[in-house]
T-cell receptor, first 109, second 111 residues
C-alpha cells in the first residue's frame, strides 16, 4: 500500500531564508506526486505536480525516485508563504490521492 | 462556475444524531471524494466515487455512508454521530487523472 510521510509537523523560518518541506513516499509502482497548500481560511488548492516540472510562487519540487522523496523548496521564503502544506501521491492507474500528515509553515518577519 | 460547494459550513451534533453533509460540483467531474482533516493526521479518504452509481470505500469509511445518484452531487451521511467524528470534512472532485478541486469544508463537532 502507498504511504506519504511528512516528518515535520511545524516549520518556522525567517523571511528571506531558504525553506525545504520534506516529503517521502512508499509505493511499489510509478507514482504521481503533488503538493497542495491551504492558506488561512481558504480551501485546499494544488500548488504543483511533479509531471509539470514548473515553478509556482517560487516553489519547486523534484521527484527523486532513488530516495523516494518529493521535497518542496523555495530559495527565499515570504510571509505570504505561511500556510499548511500537504504532499500527496496518486497511483498511475487510479484517481485516489494519499496525503501526508501536513507541515505547517510559518514565515516570520 | 461555482466549483465545489459544501453545506453546511459548521454543524454541532449530539452523540447518536444523524445528518447529511452536502457536496455539489458543476464541472461535470466524474470523480468525487470525501476526506476528513484531523490535526497531525493529514487528510484521510473516507469514500469516493468514480461516476454516478459507483462508490467505494476509502481509508476510514466506518460510520459513514455515501451515494452518487447524479454526477453533480455526492452527499456524506453520518448514521449515528460519535465524538470521534469531530473533524473538518472536505469534498473534492476531478476528472479522473486531473487535479482535484476542493470544497471549502464543513467543520463538524459532535458532543
Amino acid at each position: 500500500a502507498q504511504r506519504v510521510t511528512q516528518p515535520e509537523k511545524l516549520l518556522s523560518v525567517f523571511k528571506g531564508a531558504p525553506v525545504e518541506l520534506k516529503c517521502n513516499y512508499s509505493y511499489s509502482g510509478s507514482p504521481e506526486l503533488f503538493w497542495y497548500v491551504q492558506y488561512s481560511r481558504q480551501r485546499l488548492q494544488l500548488l504543483l505536480r511533479h509531471i509539470s516540472r514548473e515553478s509556482i510562487k517560487g516553489f519547486t519540487a523534484d521527484l527523486n525516485k532513488g530516495e523516494t522523496s518529493f521535497h518542496l523548496k523555495k530559495p527565499f521564503a515570504q510571509e505570504e508563504d505561511s500556510a499548511m502544506y500537504y504532499c500527496a501521491l496518486r497511483q498511475t492507474s487510479g484517481s485516489r490521492l494519499t496525503f501526508g500528515e501536513g507541515t505547517q509553515l510559518t514565515v516570520n518577519p | 462556475n461555482a466549483g465545489v460547494t459544501q453545506t453546511p459550513k459548521f454543524q454541532v451534533l449530539k452523540t447518536g444524531q444523524s445528518m447529511t453533509l452536502q457536496c455539489a460540483q458543476d464541472m461535470n467531474h466524474e470523480y468525487m471524494s470525501w476526506y476528513r482533516q484531523d490535526p497531525g493526521m493529514g487528510l484521510r479518504l473516507i469514500h469516493y466515487s468514480v461516476g454516478a452509481g459507483i462508490t467505494d470505500q476509502g481509508e476510514v469509511p466506518n460510520g459513514y455512508n455515501v451515494s452518487r445518484s447524479t454526477t453533480e452531487d455526492f452527499p456524506l451521511r453520518l448514521l449515528s454521530a460519535a465524538p470521534s467524528q469531530t473533524s473538518v470534512y472536505f469534498c473534492a472532485s476531478s476528472f479522473s487523472t486531473d487535479t482535484q478541486y476542493f470544497g471549502p469544508g464543513t467543520r463538524l463537532t459532535v458532543l
